[in-house]
């Protein structure tokens, strides 16, 4: 099943993408760096290239996935953003996209609290914690509840 990673031109983001790539899943990109985008497809990733705070662009990227996972750090990092300006407004907006494609599994990586929208959504929900941990453990964790048949 599709798998769509948003903010995966962030270091976090480049090692969920290489801790899936080898599975059988399809994965997909919301990113908002062109030349990452570029490298991302030379990898086979299917890329939507968009405004990571318009949660509009994220549902049409996400259509037909089946897991999103968000990298927060893309919801707090210097790229520019040109709708909701803040973590929590642009969380929102990414749960509300998400939740027009119909996604049915939803992981959180961040360490603060997810927004009302993304725990009530029609959609199964977890959150992986970064705090004192490396990437590639992050994404392992990340691939384990993608996998897993039901989320926690």
């Not at 062109?34 to 996400?62: M, Q, T």
């Not at 959609?123 to 691939?143: D, G, H, S």
């Amino acid at each position: 099943m599709p798998v769509i990673i948003v903010g995966a031109d962030t270091p976090l983001g480049a090692a969920t993408v290489d801790a899936l790539l080898p599975r059988p899943s399809e994965v997909h990109a919301f990113v908002t760096s062109p030349d990452f985008a570029i490298e991302l497809r030379s990898r086979g990733v299917k890329v939507a290239l968009g405004d990571i705070s318009d949660g509009s662009h994220l549902g049409g990227a996400a259509l037909n996935a089946f897991c999103a996972v968000l990298i927060g750090q893309a919801a707090t990092d210097e790229r520019e953003r040109s709708f909701a300006t803040d973590r929590d407004g642009v969380l929102a907006a990414w749960a509300d996209g998400l939740v027009d494609a119909g996604v049915k599994r939803i992981i959180l990586v961040d360490d603060y609290p997810p927004p009302e929208q993304m725990t009530t959504a029609q959609a199964q929900f977890a959150q992986v914690l970064t705090t004192e941990r490396e990437p590639a453990e992050v994404a392992q964790e990340i691939t384990a509840l993608e996998d897993a048949a039901q989320l926690p």
